[in-house]
């Protein structure tokens, strides 16, 4: 699995992300991913997978690393300071987004955008190399996150103490 060509290929990177970079740490991951940033991001990079074994980056990058870039350098057609990007249904719909991501304290919710409002939500303790499916229609509520995880799991999660959700796209 790589990070390229994917739509669910943020899921291992942000369940990695938690797991081993945040040190479990919802609160710190909130803050790094939603609450820091001034508008938004453009890309999410490998930097976010720092402390995680080396196996498990090599898997998801293919040993290849790139930083995470905001977008701190956008200038608006009308010359205005540019706004905090909030994504909505609404918003959703008119930039086409195929996939959202919600930060819950027990999980992500991953959400099909052209297909559901809500999502199932994928544990905080699963392990970041499972196979999820790219089929959006599998990721309908009340289905069950459709992966298949390998023989070798993380251990359980603690419960963060944050309870507030955090959208990402």
């Known amino acids: 699995m790589h990070l390229d060509g994917y739509p669910t290929a943020k899921l291992p990177l942000l369940l990695a ?18 609450d820091d940033v ?12 720092d402390g995680a074994q080396p196996y498990i980056v090599e898997e998801l990058t293919r040993g290849e690393r ?9 200038i608006t057609p009308d010359g205005s300071p540019p706004t905090r990007m909030t994504v909505t249904e609404k918003d959703a719909a008119e930039q086409d987004l195929e996939w959202g991501y919600v930060l819950r304290p027990e999980g ?12 199932p939500v994928v544990g905080w303790d699963t392990y970041p190399l499972a196979r999820f499916s790219d089929n959006p229609g599998y990721w309908l509520v009340p289905a069950q996150a ?23 796209r």
Not at 38 to 49: H, P, Q, R, V, Y
Not at 146 to 168: E, H, I, K, N
């Open 17 to 34: 992300s938690y797991q081993y970079r945040f040190a479990r740490d919802l609160d710190a991951m909130t803050r790094h991913l939603v």
């Open 38 to 49: 001034a508008i938004g991001w453009e890309e999410l990079g490998t930097d976010l997978l």
């Open 66 to 74: 790139w930083a995470s870039r905001t977008m701190d350098h956008l």
């Open 108 to 119: 992500i919710e991953v959400i099909s955008v052209p297909y559901a409002e809500t999502g």
């Open 146 to 168: 459709p992966l298949a995880t390998p023989a070798r799991v993380a251990g359980p999660a603690t419960a963060p103490a944050s309870s507030r959700p955090a959208v990402r």
